[in-house]
């Protein structure tokens, strides 16, 4: 079945490059998106990568997608304070009707 | 423009009671989802509507969870009779097509069932 998987906790000074890991298993992916969940919010879409990319770069923000290796992940240079939140990695199957397969939850710590 | 929003923002029950979660979407979108996390778990979507119609419901976990969008506006989501494993948060959320990237999601009802 679809699975995706994400380690649970990351804690970084302020000012370092925070990576946050994401494997999933469905090869027919077309689509994957990192959310963000501050504290008593909704998630709120950071970015997201088609299949056929395996970089992406947004100001403080890189993607980078190995699709042999199914796996996905977020680098967030100079990490700041107001960046400490949950991050979820999800996936976007061929087909889908858009229904989103979410993992875990990354929760990321930033220290002064 | 006023986002995804939803009410209760937090819910307590007791096991066998009903409780009726409404998520009112973006105005203009068709397309409403809805999702649920149980503690420590994944973000798991249990159905999409398209306006007023059920476009893929195999999320839903069981006969006691109905879900309606009558008129296409506004969505509900009954729990009856609700049991303990029904706890978590349940999030809304919405978008205008049925391709397009950003979901927009709601904050979350918190439903605990004691």
């Known amino acids: 079945g679809e699975d995706v998987e994400q380690s649970l906790f990351l804690s970084v000074r302020e000012g370092d490059s925070s990576v946050i890991n994401c494997t999933y298993t469905d090869s027919s992916s077309t689509y994957l998106y990192w959310y963000k969940q501050e504290p008593g919010a909704g998630l709120q879409l950071l970015t997201y990568i088609f299949s056929n990319m395996d970089m992406k770069q947004d100001q403080r923000l890189t993607v980078l997608l190995n699709k042999k290796d199914k796996h996905l992940s977020l680098r967030i240079a100079d990490t700041q304070t107001g960046d400490s939140a949950i991050y979820f990695c999800?996936?976007?199957?061929?087909?889908?009707?858009?229904?989103?397969?979410f993992g875990k939850g990354t929760k990321l710590s930033v220290k002064p | 423009e006023a986002g995804v929003t939803q009410f209760p923002s937090h819910s307590v029950i007791e096991k066998g009671q009903t409780v009726t979660l409404r998520c009112d979407p973006i105005s203009g979108h068709d397309n409403l989802y809805w999702y649920r996390r149980v503690m420590g778990k994944e973000i798991k979507f249990l159905l999409h509507?398209?306006?007023?119609?059920?476009?893929?419901e195999s999320g839903m976990p069981n006969n006691r969870f109905l879900a309606e969008r009558t008129g296409g506006t506004y969505s509900t989501l009954k729990v009856q009779p609700a049991e303990l494993e029904d706890s978590g948060v349940y999030f809304c959320?919405?978008?205008?097509?049925?391709?397009?990237?950003?979901?927009?999601f709601g904050p979350g009802t918190r439903l605990t069932v004691t």
């Open positions: 999800a996936e976007r199957g061929w087909g889908s009707q858009g229904n989103l397969i």
């Open positions: 959320a919405s978008s205008q097509e049925q391709g397009e990237h950003e979901q927009y």
């Open positions: 509507f398209v306006k007023e119609s059920k476009q893929d």
